[in-house]
């Protein structure tokens, strides 16, 4: 029994109530002996051995039946203790499971709320930015065309009044008898030019158009000339002014005049025209002010003629004087290759706009580009999250399966909890 006891207490395997009575009964074992070993000294007889044996022996039993009830009532304590604490760890695990289940329900229900308002109110700004660049696109576009086809239709009208003045030109120029008849003196026919470069001024730019022409224009230094074209640079403001040498030229082609009265009527021709080329270049050239060249208008054809045809010198000399003479019919060309320029110009800063505009508009799409980009980056890398918060709730969730799944009635160590993979 002695044995019994040690090896019980060297197992651990026993309470501290336990303890107390193994305590006891070792001291009332010891007593006994202790009572034995006197008796044996004082008597040795043999029935008080015998009887001492038997004592003892039923003594050691009843101190074993009573050491092994109270392991019993120990272990079935013990059991139960670890039974209630199992069963609370249960509750408790499947509490703590319950609302992280919940709160990973919110979360999620949350987190796709938001995304679906963040996608929803994205949509409708880029659908109103979209649809405001479309329009405001449309609008010049639209803009644009109108402005071109008015030009176009501008120019066709243009040309049908050129060609009626033309024709009205050519009318009048047949109904003359002689130039000599109607154009008797200087004024006359400084009057007479006038009227004729203030008609075709009107006839291609359309009468009082004062943003491309000016007539009887006053100058800085007092003179006055006859038209002025406003020209963008580099030409700047062109003038023009009106001349008639007539009476040189009628002697000069006169057929009844001999060959020396001829040559002499040719150099007081060459002389007049000199003369008013050197005019304009002084009166109608201003640095500063006007263009560095000039415009000068005969009113008749066959001036015009004799001068190109038989008078180059009178050319180089005008070339040089930066003074370019005209007729009526080059005049109303040089006039309509101005219109064109200057509606050209028209047109290319409208292009120039349309061009602006467009370029502004391909950076709002780069920068929409670069921002899309970087939105659907962002949206991805939170798909990503929430993949990876998926895939570690449902690990959660097989886990408390697994721990909900663990029989009550097993033996402790078969029922071991792996909180460590939790």
């Not at 019993?72 to 319950?98: G, P």
């Not at 329900?105 to 409708?124: G, P, R, Y």
């Not at 008013?276 to 500063?288: A, F, L, M, V």
Request: glycine share 2%; proline share 2%.
């Amino acid at each position: 029994m002695f044995d019994f006891v040690v090896l019980l207490i060297s197992k651990g395997e026993v309470s501290m109530y336990d303890s107390v009575i193994i305590s006891l009964l070792s001291l009332s074992l010891i007593i006994n002996i202790f009572l034995l070993i006197k008796q044996i000294k004082n008597n040795t007889n043999e029935r008080i051995i015998s009887e001492l044996k038997i004592y003892l022996k039923d003594n050691n039993l009843d101190l074993i039946d009573s050491v092994n009830r109270k392991i019993a009532e120990s272990e079935q304590k013990q059991l139960r203790e670890l039974l209630t604490n199992k069963l609370e760890t249960v509750e408790r695990i499947d509490r703590n499971s319950n609302k992280l289940t919940e709160s990973f329900a919110k979360f999620s229900a949350d987190t796709s709320k938001t995304l679906n308002e963040n996608f929803i109110s994205l949509n409708e700004r880029v659908s109103q930015n979209l649809d405001r660049i479309n329009l405001r696109v449309e609008e010049r576009l639209n803009e644009g065309f109108e402005k071109t086809n008015k030009t176009f239709v501008n120019i066709l009208e243009r040309l049908s009044r050129i060609d009626e003045a033309q024709k009205k030109i050519d009318s009048l120029s047949t109904n003359i008898v002689s130039l000599q008849d109607v154009l008797t003196d200087k004024k006359s026919r400084g009057t007479f030019g006038e009227v004729q470069l203030n008609h075709i001024l009107s006839v291609v730019f359309g009468e009082k158009n004062d943003k491309i022409y000016e007539i009887q224009k006053k100058l800085e230094n007092s003179m006055i000339a006859d038209a002025v074209l406003y020209i963008p640079e580099p030409v700047g403001m062109l003038c023009i002014d009106s001349k008639f040498p007539l009476e040189n030229y009628q002697r000069m082609i006169d057929v009844n005049i001999s060959e020396a009265e001829r040559k002499q009527y040719s150099r007081d021709f060459k002389l007049n025209v000199k003369m008013h080329i050197n005019d304009i270049s002084s009166k109608y050239i201003i640095p500063g002010q006007t263009s560095d060249q000039a415009i000068m208008f005969i009113p008749a054809e066959a001036i015009f003629a004799e001068i190109n045809a038989y008078h180059q010198d009178l050319l180089d000399y005008a070339g040089e004087k930066k003074v370019w003479i005209t007729s009526p019919t080059t005049l109303m060309s040089v006039l309509s290759t101005v219109q064109v320029v200057l509606r050209n110009i028209e047109r290319e800063k409208y292009a120039g706009i349309i061009h602006e505009e467009l370029n502004k508009l391909g950076k709002e799409f780069k920068l929409y580009k670069d921002r899309w980009e970087s939105l659907s980056r962002n949206i991805k890398r939170v798909s990503d999250d929430v993949d990876k918060i998926n895939i570690t709730s449902n690990k959660i969730e097989r886990k408390f399966d697994r721990i909900s799944r663990v029989e009550m009635g097993c033996e402790p160590e078969i029922a071991e909890i792996e909180y460590s993979e939790i």
